[in-house]
């Protein structure tokens, strides 16, 4: 599993065996089991996450139900930015929803592998910056669409959502109930 993170850099750049030791040594690889939070609503987050293999959710809860606002999936990153840089209670849940292999990391490993090794930080800066884009992009499209549109564009995007995660939970992340989600689900199947 390391070799995964250290050939997803190499993607980046030529990596030295001395920068592919540090990655290894700063940024641990663990394995979850289906249902395993790794950070809870009122925790203050001191690690952000990049799923490796398998699928985090991120929600809240709100009025006794849950409120899915993100899944992520293999090679994208789970972190709560405003937990982790003002030090507050996470309003968020990071739940695996399988069994989900992550690489962990944390700010001052990384901050001490940065100094090491300065050109990571570039490297992150402009996975980072990408990461935010398509981030307000998700959200701008969500706000400015009817949940068919939400749908036809989770579909289009990213349809293993469909078979990895259950209904209830993709409803919630569509802004809708399960049922209206069944209604919609039958009236694109009828009209393929």
């Given amino acids: 599993m390391e070799n995964t993170l250290v050939n997803m850099m190499s993607n980046f750049i030529e990596l030295t065996d001395e920068e592919k030791q540090g990655i290894l040594e700063a940024i641990p690889i663990k394995t979850y089991t289906k249902e ?3 950070l809870k609503e009122g925790q203050i987050a001191k690690d952000a996450f990049l799923v490796i293999n398998g699928c985090l959710r991120k929600y809240s809860i709100k009025d006794g139900e849950e409120k899915t ?9 789970a972190i709560n930015f405003d ?29 001490a592998l940065y100094k090491k090794f300065p050109r990571f930080g ?11 884009g398509e981030s307000q992009e998700e959200m701008s499209s969500f706000i400015n669409s009817t949940p068919k549109e939400r749908y036809l564009n989770l ?12 209904q209830y939970q993709l409803a919630s992340y569509l802004g809708i109930k399960p049922e209206t989600l069944s209604r919609i689900r039958k009236r694109v199947s009828l009209s393929d």
């Fill in 69 to 77: 606002s993100a899944f992520y999936t293999e090679f994208q990153s």
């Fill in 36 to 38: 395993t939070n790794l």
């Fill in 155 to 166: 579909l289009k995007n990213r349809p293993d959502l469909m078979q990895r995660v259950p």
């Fill in 122 to 132: 570039e490297v992150c800066r402009v996975e980072m910056e990408k990461m935010l």
């Fill in 83 to 111: 937990s982790m840089a003002n030090q507050s209670p996470s309003k968020y849940y990071f739940t695996c929803t399988e069994d989900t292999t992550v690489a962990i990391l944390n700010s001052k490993k990384e901050s």
